[in-house]
């Protein structure tokens, strides 16, 4: 996606090639040599002939000797993806490809620190397996975030180039090892031929296809809030070949969802149930979806509901950028990078699990945890049916741990509060609190928190409020938790209908424990199972 920096870069450039028009001198004779310092390879056809090389690939030798270099650090998760070596950015390209799912990212290797799409393969969705670098720079000066397609024969990549526009990519082989620009050149440039600029923005792409034509969004703004401030827009562009491409209109309408100032970075426009989503991120307020009717004869898309993927701002600490891919089975699978709270040595972000979003029977997205987490789990402990007494903390005898996973039913009764304490030290010294809170939020919906304002004692860890989501829950329906614990990273699903995430980093090593709490009335813990978990880079997926 777009930073300050690169719309400044953008800005300085669109000025010089204007300038270059009117001496004139042509682009092509003064454009720059991105070429990447990182090295790159070309693999063979067959996926036997791949593994063998990748056994001796120096780029995956080199990840797995970060790998381990970075093994004992005790806030880097074990199983969630976090990138081998560097920073990670936005997650880019998700799509399934020949039984397997391909993870594509913002990548920053250390001799040539310009986003590259870093890449990992995953039978499950869970355990995953670093590659090569996919997409390297040149023309583009970065390669900056995007979406896949998937057709019979290939996978086509869409995705904005620093300085030059929106590039598309073309990959067929078994493990999308080897990529080709189309035109070598963008195909939606930042400029037109003359130096002027086009009537929408060249921003963050995402592609799909319709009655055998390509169809993208192109992200950005226009001044069409209140008071002319700038809201979200999403430019819709159509190609025949990948190659030239038509501008048409903006794409969505009637959206009363999104906020004043949001930008629409990393769209994802995909069918889910009877209706179409668009998830995209805003630099001002997070990860956000918006769900809709595809009006295919008018090429528009009619804005029914929408909602958030974070319920406070992005950083520090919070869910960031989606990437998204349809199922197959009428659902979207979704996952998002997260940003740190806490600065790192060799590396920073990590992604969140893979979420399976679809349509509840109300019409509202639901979400849960996708891919086969079952075969991470490890040592089990089970609690049965407990009353939790009023105003009082049960400490979980034999539930501790900084890997965790944790469902628990709970029956809340008439209690307007019950928590959840995780990576909790033995005397409280440390805590991270779930807390949900019945009926409380606006129209009799309830409510559901994560608060990390207890979570470390350490002094170079970023404060956050809480984050705080609706969840509609009938009154008559139990509340589950599904609450995944790994290290720095507490995310916790709840009824399938809602999940938050967050990034904490207890500083004391027996922080680890687990505790539960009813405020002001008892409430009744009908059942509780925790298993610690297993580290997906020392286990493989059958």
């Not at 669109?14 to 991105?34: C, F, N």
């Not at 093994?71 to 998760?77: C, H, I, N």
């Not at 594509?104 to 986003?115: I, S």
């Not at 929106?166 to 963008?186: E, F, I, R």
Request: hydrophobic residues 35%; aromatic residues 10%; neutral net charge.
């Amino acid at each position: 996606m777009n930073t300050r920096g690169s719309l400044f870069l953008s800005l300085a450039t669109t000025l010089l090639i204007s300038l270059l028009v009117a001496q004139g001198i042509s682009a092509e004779e003064k454009k720059p040599d991105y070429t990447s310092k990182v090295p790159a390879f070309t693999f063979a056809d067959t996926l036997a002939e791949q593994e063998e090389q990748l056994k001796t690939n120096p780029l995956v030798l080199r990840f797995a000797e970060s790998r381990k270099k970075m093994a004992d650090d005790p806030w880097r998760p074990i199983y969630h993806y976090v990138n081998p070596e560097g920073r990670l950015n936005d997650p880019n390209g998700l799509c399934f490809w020949r039984g397997r799912w391909h993870l594509f990212y913002q990548a920053y290797p250390p001799e040539d620190p310009r986003q590259h799409w870093g890449h990992a393969v995953s039978d499950d969705l869970v355990h995953w397996r670093d590659l090569p670098l996919a997409i390297y720079p040149n023309p583009e000066r970065c390669c900056f975030s995007g979406s896949a397609m998937v057709e019979k024969d290939r996978v086509i990549a869409m995705y904005h180039g620093t300085t030059v526009g929106n590039m598309v990519a073309v990959s067929s082989d078994p493990l999308l090892l080897n990529w080709k620009k189309v035109t070598g050149k963008a195909v939606v440039p930042n400029i037109n031929p003359d130096g002027s600029k086009p009537p929408y923005n060249v921003f963050d792409p995402c592609i799909w296809k319709k009655d055998g034509i390509y169809y993208s969004l192109s992200a950005g703004t226009l001044p069409h809030g209140p008071g002319g401030k700038r809201v979200r827009a999403n430019f819709l562009l159509r190609s025949k070949d990948l190659a030239k491409w038509e501008y048409l209109h903006p794409f969505v309408e009637n959206d009363r969802y999104s906020l004043v100032g949001d930008d629409g970075a990393c769209p994802y426009f995909w069918p889910i149930g009877d209706k179409h989503i668009l998830l995209h991120f805003s630099h001002m307020s997070g990860g956000k979806y918006l769900l809709g009717d595809y009006d295919t004869k008018r090429d528009k898309f009619v804005v029914t509901d929408g909602g958030d993927f974070n319920f406070a701002a992005a950083w520090p600490g919070g869910v960031h950028a989606p990437s998204a891919a349809p199922d197959g089975k009428g659902g979207v699978i979704a996952i998002f990078n997260m940003n740190a709270a806490k600065p790192h040595k060799g590396w920073n972000q990590i992604m969140t699990l893979p979420r399976r979003l679809t349509l509840g029977d109300d019409g509202k997205l639901a979400t849960e945890p996708a891919g086969d987490i079952e075969s991470l789990r490890g040592e089990h402990k089970h609690i049965g049916t407990t009353t939790l007494p009023a105003n009082k903390e049960i400490v979980l005898d034999g539930v501790d741990g900084k890997s965790l996973e944790i469902i628990a039913e709970i029956d809340v009764k008439s209690s307007p509060m019950v928590e959840m304490n995780v990576l909790r030290g033995p005397n409280k010294e440390e805590f991270t609190r779930i807390a949900f809170y019945k009926y409380r939020g606006y129209r009799g919906k309830s409510l559901i928190t994560i608060d990390t304002s207890y979570s470390s004692l350490l002094a170079d860890v970023g404060s956050r409020a809480p984050e705080t989501a609706i969840v509609d829950i009938a009154r008559d329906e139990t509340l589950k938790l599904r609450v995944f614990v790994d290290r720095s990273v507490v995310e916790v699903f709840v009824n399938g209908k809602q999940c938050l995430a967050v990034r904490a980093y207890p500083g004391r090593e027996d922080s680890s424990g687990v505790s539960l709490r009813s405020q002001g009335q008892e409430a009744t813990l009908k059942s509780l199972d925790a298993w610690r978990m297993k580290n997906i880079y020392e286990t493989r997926a059958k």
